[in-house]
C-alpha cells in the first residue's frame, strides 16, 4: 500500500470516527440518567428507523468482509453463509420479533423469567446473553485488525494489535457515553453507508463485465484455481462425511442462530408496539436481503478480477477481498481512483465494524446489569443504578473481547460469526422457545435449557479443530482435538432443547396457570406491555 492509501483511508477512518463521537455525544446529553433511555433509547423510533438500525446492527463485519472472502475461495460453498443469514429472519419474524417486544422490557431473560423463579434464570440467560456478546464482538474486531493491517502493510502485526485494542476502546466510549439512543443513530449512518458502498462496488463489477453474469461466473470459476469446481458445491464441505455434517451444522446454526442473539433480540424493546417491532423486521428484511444479494456479486468479482490467489496471499481466510476488489475496480494499486475507491471501501468496513461492536457491548452490558447484577446483589449492600453498573461492565467486556480478538485474528470473521451463532442457537433459543409456547415449562426446565446449550456448544469448540490440531488452529502447535466438526451446532442445538425437557419433566415445580396465562395474553394482544 502507498502512502496516499493510508494517509486517505486513516483520513476517512478519522472523520467518520469524529462523526460517530459528536453525535454519541450529541445524543447523551441529559438523556441517559434512566434505565428506559440508556437500555432502550426511550422506546421512540419508528419501524424504519429500527429496521435501518436492526440492518445496521446485523449486516457486519463477517457478511462485508468475511462471507465475500468466503465466496472469493470457495464459490457456492461461501454463497450459503448469505443464504442462512437471510433464511434466519423468517424465523425471527415468525416467532419472536412481536412476542419478545411485548413479555419483556431489556433483555431477553426478562421473557423467560416472566413466569419463573426470576434469580437462577436470570443468572442463566445473563451469563449465556455475555458469552454469545463476546464471540460476536471477536469476530468484528479481528475484521477491523485484518483491514487495518492490510492497510499498513498487510502483515503488519503490530497495527493490527493496536487496532483492535482502538476499536474496544471505543465501543466502551459509545456505550458508556450514548447508551441505546447514540448506537443507534451510529447504526443507522453505518447502514446507509455500507449499502451505498456495496450498491457501488456492485455496479461497478457489473459494468466491468457489462452485464453479462455467465461471463462474470466462468471468468470467477477460471481464476479461482478449481474450475467448475468452483460454481458446484462440495469445494469447502464436501471432502468427506465430516465436511458435510460440518455443513449441515453450520446451517442449523446460522437459520437458528439470529433469533437468539442479545443485540438482536434488544432492538425490539426500542419501538413502542409490538406491531412497530413486526414492521421493523420486514424493513430490515428487505435491506439485509438486497445487501446480500450483492455480497454474493462482491465474492464473485474478487475471484474474477483479484484471483482467489491475489486473495488468500494478502489474508488466508478472505477477510480482505472486498478492499481488494475495491482497488482494482478504482484502476489498480498507485492510482487515483484505487486510492479512493479503496479508502471509501475500509472507511465503510471500518464503520460497519464500530457500529456492531457498539450494539453488541450494549446488549451484553445490558445482561450483566439488569440481569447478573440485580440477580447477585446482596442484600443490604449499596446500591447502585444499573445503568452505572452497564458503564462498568463495558469495560470489563470490551477487555475480554479485545484478549480473545488477538488470539483468533487468523481466523475467517464469517466463521467466527457461525459459531456465535451456534452458541446462541444452542443456549439462547431453546429457553425462549419453551418460555413463549410450553404452558408446562418450568424454572429447572430454564436453566437446564440454557446451560444444557451452553456448555456443550463451548466445549466442542474448545475441543474442535478450531482451537487445536490443525495448521489453521488457534493453537497449531498443540493436538487436543476430539470432536470432529468445526461448528458444534449440530450437537449442542438439539441438547439444548433435550435438556430443556429433562429439566421440566423431572421437575417437581408445578407451573403457575395464572401467571402463563397473563403471559401468554401479553405476548398475543401487548395488554401490559412496557
Given amino acids: ?51 435501518f438500525a436492526i440492518a445496521g446492527d446485523y449486516m457486519s463485519a463477517a457478511s462485508f468482509l468475511g462471507v465475500t472472502g468466503l465466496i472469493a475461495l470457495f464459490g457456492y460453498d461461501g454463497l450459503l ?74 502483515t503488519n502485526g503490530a497495527a493490527r494489535t493496536w487496532t483492535v485494542i482502538g476499536v474496544g476502546a471505543l465501543m466502551v466510549v459509545y456505550v458508556s457515553l450514548g447508551g441505546m ?31 453479462d453474469i455467465d461471463q462474470l461466473l466462468r471468468t470467477a470459476a477460471e481464476r ?46 426500542t419501538v413502542p408496539t409490538a406491531r412497530a417491532a413486526r414492521r421493523s423486521a420486514i424493513w430490515s428484511i428487505g435491506l439485509i436481503g438486497s445487501f446480500y444479494l450483492m455480497t454474493i456479486v462482491l465474492g464473485l468479482g474478487a475471484a474474477a478480477l483479484v484471483g482467489s490467489d491475489a486473495v488468500r496471499a494478502s489474508h488466508a481466510s478472505g477477510n480482505t477481498a472486498v478492499p481488494l476488489l475495491a482497488l482494482d475496480l478504482g484502476g489498480g494499486a498507485g492510482s487515483t481512483g484505487g486510492t479512493v475507491l479503496f479508502a471509501v471501501v475500509a472507511a465503510v468496513a471500518f464503520a460497519t465494524i464500530l457500529a456492531v461492536v457498539a450494539g453488541a457491548t450494549l446488549a451484553s452490558s445490558a445482561s450483566v446489569a439488569h440481569d447478573l447484577y440485580a440477580s447477585l446483589r446482596r442484600p443490604g449492600a449499596r446500591q447502585r443504578s444499573e445503568v452505572a453498573v452497564a458503564r462498568v461492565a463495558a469495560v470489563g467486556i470490551g477487555a475480554v473481547a479485545i484478549a480473545l480478538s488477538l488470539l483468533a485474528s487468523d481466523l475467517n470473521i464469517a466463521f467466527l460469526v ?32 440454557v446451560y444444557g446449550g451452553l456448555v456443550p456448544a463451548l466445549a466442542l469448540v474448545v475441543v474442535s479443530p478450531v482451537v487445536s490440531g490443525s495448521p489453521d488452529s488457534i493453537f497449531p502447535g498443540v493436538d487436543l482435538q476430539y470432536f470432529p466438526l468445526e461448528n458444534p451446532g449440530l450437537v449442542s442445538i438439539p441438547l439444548g432443547f433435550l435438556a430443556g425437557w429433562i429439566g421440566t419433566v423431572t421437575s417437581r415445580e408445578v407451573p403457575d396457570a395464572a401467571r402463563h396465562a397473563e403471559t401468554e395474553v401479553r405476548s398475543l394482544t401487548g395488554a401490559g406491555a412496557a
Avoid at 3 to 32: C, E, K, N, P, Y
Avoid at 233 to 254: E, H, N, Q
Avoid at 423 to 439: D, E, H, I, K, T
Fill in 1 to 51: 500500500m502507498t502512502g496516499d492509501h493510508q494517509t486517505l483511508a486513516l483520513l476517512l477512518f478519522s472523520a467518520f470516527v469524529a462523526v460517530t463521537l459528536a453525535i454519541t455525544t450529541w445524543v447523551s446529553r441529559g438523556r441517559q440518567g434512566s434505565a428506559d433511555e440508556f437500555y432502550a433509547g426511550g422506546r421512540l423510533f419508528s419501524p424504519m428507523e429500527n429496521g
Fill in 81 to 154: 453463509y448469505s443464504v442462512g443469514f437471510l433464511v434466519a429472519w423468517l424465523v425471527v419474524l415468525f416467532l419472536v420479533a412481536e412476542l419478545v417486544r411485548n413479555c419483556g422490557r431489556f433483555t431477553f431473560a426478562d421473557v423467560v423469567a416472566a413466569r419463573m423463579r426470576e434469580k437462577p434464570v436470570r443468572i442463566a440467560a445473563g451469563t449465556s446473553s455475555v458469552t454469545v456478546c463476546v464471540l460476536y464482538l471477536v469476530a468484528q474486531m479481528v475484521g477491523a485488525g485484518s483491514l487495518v493491517a492490510l492497510l499498513l502493510g498487510g
Fill in 181 to 211: 439512543r447514540a448506537t443507534t443513530w451510529i447504526q443507522i449512518v453505518k447502514a446507509v453507508l455500507l449499502l451505498s458502498g456495496a450498491i457501488t462496488l456492485t455496479a461497478l463489477v457489473l459494468a466491468r463485465f457489462h452485464g
Fill in 224 to 269: 479461482s484455481g478449481h474450475g467448475d469446481a468452483y460454481l458446484a458445491p462440495g469445494l469447502k464441505y464436501g471432502a468427506d462425511w465430516t465436511a458435510r455434517f460440518d455443513f449441515i451444522s453450520l446451517g442449523l446454526a446460522l437459520v437458528l442462530g439470529t433469533a437468539g442473539l442479545p443485540h438482536i433480540l434488544s432492538r425490539f424493546y
Fill in 418 to 449: 457461525g459459531l456465535a451463532f451456534a452458541v446462541a442457537a444452542s443456549a439462547n433459543l431453546p429457553v425462549l422457545l419453551y418460555s413463549l409456547f410450553w404452558r408446562n415449562f418450568t424454572t429447572r426446565g430454564a436453566v437446564w435449557s
